[in-house]
């Protein structure tokens, strides 16, 4: 079955950091690249940045680039993404997304809360 | 906090049509042939509907359409029915490996 399963929801404190997992399964996971994107309650998406999972080559958006990392291990093939210094308008829930024909998100993992509070 | 506007609701009756604006700038949904548009239910990931402006995957009915005139993108759905119900959203590429999305469509089948 192709999917993306991610892992569960996360509470942390304001400048913690947290990291995120998407495992693809039912597809070659090297094809694509991976998006990640997030929706705070009510918003519509907002696109975080993708990941070639070919070579590992990244593109973050303005708004987070100082704070995100995004890498992938063939291996098992997962994505992961990494955001720091979390803030409280970091909450959210965080989506993983494959890119499909370079401009679409066609598969979408289950979403993953993540939720910044003192 | 969206970039590209959309109406927050829209509604019809079964069987009528029903049209979702989605507008940007000549810099995103005016410059590029890479409009999508998704839908999303409660609690649920988004599913794609359509790609490329005009463009349905498999699977999607064709009483979905798209279009695109200038910076504003449409997404129509005729025949409307009960599962059409949920959030749409769309999303636009906006160069240099960026997306922009909609704030999102609120449809209701009355």
């Known amino acids: 079955q192709v999917q993306l399963v991610q892992s569960g929801a996360e509470v942390k404190k304001p400048g913690a950091s947290v990291k995120v997992s998407c495992k693809a399964s039912?597809?070659?996971?090297?094809?694509?690249?991976m998006a990640w994107l997030r929706q705070a309650p009510g918003q519509g998406p907002e696109w975080l940045g993708w990941?070639?999972?070919?070579?590992?080559?990244?593109f973050y958006a303005r708004k987070v680039q100082d704070r995100v990392s995004m890498t992938s291990d063939t291996s098992t093939n997962t994505a992961f993404l990494d955001l720091r210094g979390l803030k409280s308008d970091d909450t959210a829930t965080y989506y993983c997304?494959?890119?499909?024909?370079?401009?679409?998100?066609?598969?979408w993992g289950q979403g993953t809360l993540v939720t910044v509070s003192s | 906090q969206s970039v590209l506007t959309q109406p927050p609701s829209a509604s019809g009756s079964p069987g009528q049509s029903v049209t979702i604006s989605c507008t940007g700038s000549?810099?995103?949904?005016?410059?590029?042939?890479?409009v999508s548009w998704y839908r999303q239910h409660p609690d649920k990931a988004p599913t794609l509907l359509m790609y490329?402006?005009?463009t349905r995957p498999s699977g999607v009915p064709d009483r979905f359409s798209g279009s695109k005139s200038g910076n504003t993108a449409s997404l129509t759905v005729s025949g409307l029915q009960a599962e059409d119900e949920g959030v749409y959203f769309c999303s636009s590429y906006a160069g240099s490996y960026t997306w922009l999305f909609g704030g999102g469509t609120k449809l209701t089948v009355l």
């Open positions: 490329d402006v005009t």
């Open positions: 997304a494959r890119i499909w024909g370079g401009y679409q998100f066609d598969l």
């Open positions: 990941l070639s999972t070919h070579n590992n080559n990244t």
């Open positions: 039912g597809y070659t996971f090297t094809n694509y690249a």
């Open positions: 000549s810099s995103d949904v005016g410059a590029y042939e890479h």
